[in-house]
């Protein structure tokens, strides 16, 4: 079915109201959480970048690592400033070609604190002078009694302090029979002096090389499992733990950011996942982001639904994606852009989602901002399992899944979505935000934990089924709250009011009304939400915590129940640093992530994306994460 031809009407009126008022306000071309309306706590940092003079240096690039990665790039003063920040722990950093880094300092950015003070670099030595090179314990001529001449740049190693200080030999002065090996490194004849010194040469010249890349990322160990109850940790048919390797890099530029992360797991569930992107600077008028993602996942383990189901061995899922923003001027700005994504599991294999919003600030002060979206999004079964989440931890393939009938296969789901909405800031960093949304959803997905199909063996809690729910029309608006409670803790509430209409039923309705019959809904449904939402910093001990925790009336009850009912679904992760294992350019941090929301929340998903999941496993994921 196709419903764009019912939203142009509502489209045009958001470009007349849109065209007919003066705009502003960036919004990110990144599809957000349509619960949480209003920003986390955020703060603006500043400072200056000088030389071992004092004098301002121009060009270098600042970097500040920690809940989100920033980078910006000194004027002419040597002043740099990071707008917008997040609230919490920092690790900030400067880099500029031909001086030493600066050793990085942890700063705790909150609302209250918004100057770094002065970063100062050290510029290096002339790489270009020449350097006198003796044999091993013999002094220049020229040099005073006693007294060692060590020309700059030298190695000062241990190995290398030996060798200066053997004893006196038949080696004589090197000034002669000298053999060149280019610019930056030439020694004498004798093996042993000459092997020793080109090692040493070969690390100052690779150890000069990463230390002038501004280079930023983290790296993490960590290990994941799920489970039903808490006492299934315990038990010996649990599913077992597996360990997953994740690494992240980001590049700053003059022009914007280059990031790439990718992550792989072992066990009978083998799978890797691999990202780059590049965001350019939020400094010009099209702030544009374009990136390109791939997952695969091979199943080798001895569950039969999902060896069934990856019949051909693996699943293969790529994705491309290109977003601006484009800030026509002070109080105007418009988001346009589209993801294609193409699954090999499924007939119609590629699928395409565009989407276009338009931002206005109507007052000077630019605390009031109103925006208008219009999205048509494609959303393949499983598709959580291979693609970048908008936030949040993103982990390789971790179960396997099927369709609940085989003859039928996978069916994705279409939802077109319209929303206008605004939000005003008061004294006091106090948010307040308003939206009305109205959706068109072809085949809403329905996801299966724990349950027996008719024919088939019970379901491990490794696999799940899924298939389509039929179409609906639903109508809704929200309301959202969010302010700094203290300087460390921000909090939001979000209420959500939504009223449907079931336009088909499910084409497996006969099964789903045998093993679940709450996920079937028919006629006008109603169902309210209420989202909170916690991020909190502990200064005395560096802790992190971020929680969501969502109550909904129109949950899908367990296996054999057959009404919606109110439940609750939630999201935890808590960061502790690990001061003891702090190191000068290298921030350690345990990661704790509880979980049992199975869908993330965006913005222009459908309403019923999270409600029609029956058993969600609730995941764990610990380990240790290094910032660097």
């Not at 048509?376 to 396997?400: D, H, N, Q, S, V």
Request: charged content about 20%; aromatic content about 8%; proline content about 6%.
């Amino acid at each position: 079915m196709n419903h764009l031809s019912t939203l142009c009407p509502a489209v045009a009126l958001v470009c007349v109201v849109g065209i007919s008022a003066p705009a502003s306000a960036q919004f990110s071309a990144r599809p957000q959480p349509v619960t949480r309306i209003a920003a986390l706590a955020q703060a603006d940092l500043h400072g200056q970048v000088v030389d071992d003079r004092g004098q301002p240096v121009a060009g270098a690039v600042i970097s500040a690592l920690g809940s989100t990665s920033a980078f910006a790039v000194s004027g002419r003063d040597g002043r740099f400033s990071f707008r917008n920040l997040p609230s919490g722990p920092y690790l900030v950093r400067a880099h500029l070609q031909g001086y030493l880094p600066a050793r990085g300092r942890i700063i705790q950015v909150s609302p209250t604190v918004h100057d770094v003070s002065m970063i100062a670099l050290t510029r290096r030595a002339d790489e270009n002078q020449p350097t006198q090179v003796l044999a091993a314990g013999v002094a220049p001529a020229d040099a005073p009694s006693g007294i060692e001449s060590q020309p700059e740049g030298d190695d000062h190693g241990e190995v290398a302090w030996r060798l200066r200080h053997l004893k006196r030999s038949v080696l004589k002065d090197a000034s002669t029979g000298l053999i060149d090996l280019g610019d930056s490194v030439s020694f004498q004849e004798d093996p042993l002096t000459a092997f020793t010194r080109a090692a040493a040469a070969s690390a100052r010249i690779a150890s000069a090389l990463f230390t002038e890349l501004p280079v930023n990322g983290q790296f993490n160990l960590l290990t994941r499992t799920s489970l039903d109850r808490p006492q299934d940790l315990f038990a010996g048919d649990s599913w077992m733990p597996t360990g997953i390797a994740y690494l992240s890099l980001q590049a700053p530029t003059s022009g914007g950011e280059w990031s790439m992360r990718g992550a792989m797991t072992q066990g009978d569930l083998s799978s890797w996942i691999l990202a780059g992107s590049y965001l350019r600077s939020t400094a010009a008028a099209h702030q544009y982001e374009a990136g390109l993602s791939y997952g695969m996942q091979r199943y080798l383990g001895g569950n039969a639904n999902a060896l069934a189901a990856v019949s051909d061995g693996s699943r293969n899922v790529g994705a491309v994606y290109a977003y601006d923003n484009w800030a026509i001027d002070s109080r105007f700005s418009v988001s346009y852009g589209a993801k294609y994504a193409r699954y090999d599991y499924l007939g119609d294999q590629g699928q395409f989602s565009p989407r276009a919003s338009v931002t206005i600030s109507p007052t000077d002060s630019h605390k009031l901002k109103v925006r208008a979206l219009v999205s048509r999004r494609a959303l393949a079964p499983g598709a959580e399992e291979f693609l970048p989440p908008a936030t949040g931890l993103w982990l390789p393939p971790e179960r396997t899944f099927s369709p609940v009938s085989a003859r039928r296969g996978f069916t994705p789901e279409r939802v077109d979505h319209v929303e206008v909405g605004a939000q005003r800031e008061w004294a006091g960093d106090f948010v307040v935000g308003i939206k009305a949304f109205r959706q068109v959803v072809d085949d809403q997905l329905i996801t299966v934990f724990g349950v027996a199909m008719p024919g088939t063996s019970p379901a491990s809690i490794g696999h799940y089924y899924v298939t389509s729910g039929g179409d609906f029309e639903a109508r809704g608006w929200g309301v959202g709250v969010s302010r700094s409670v203290t300087g460390a803790l921000r909090a939001s509430v979000d209420y959500t009011q939504v009223e449907s209409t079931w336009l088909r039923r499910s084409p497996d309705e006969a099964v789903l009304a045998a093993v679940a019959g709450s996920l079937l809904r028919e006629g006008n449904d109603r169902f309210h939400d209420l989202t909170t939402s916690i991020e909190s910093v502990v200064p005395a001990t560096d802790t992190r915590i971020f929680m969501i925790y969502k109550i909904n009336s129109g949950l899908a009850g367990d296996a054999g129940s057959r009404m919606p009912h109110a439940g609750a679904r939630f999201d935890l992760q808590v960061n502790q640093s690990l001061p003891f294992l702090q190191f000068a350019s290298a921030q350690w941090e345990m990661l704790v992530a509880v979980r049992n929301m199975f869908r993330e929340e965006i913005g222009d998903g459908s309403v019923y994306d999270e409600l029609l999941v029956v058993r969600p496993p609730k995941r764990v994921v610990g380990g240790v994460t290094v910032r660097f």
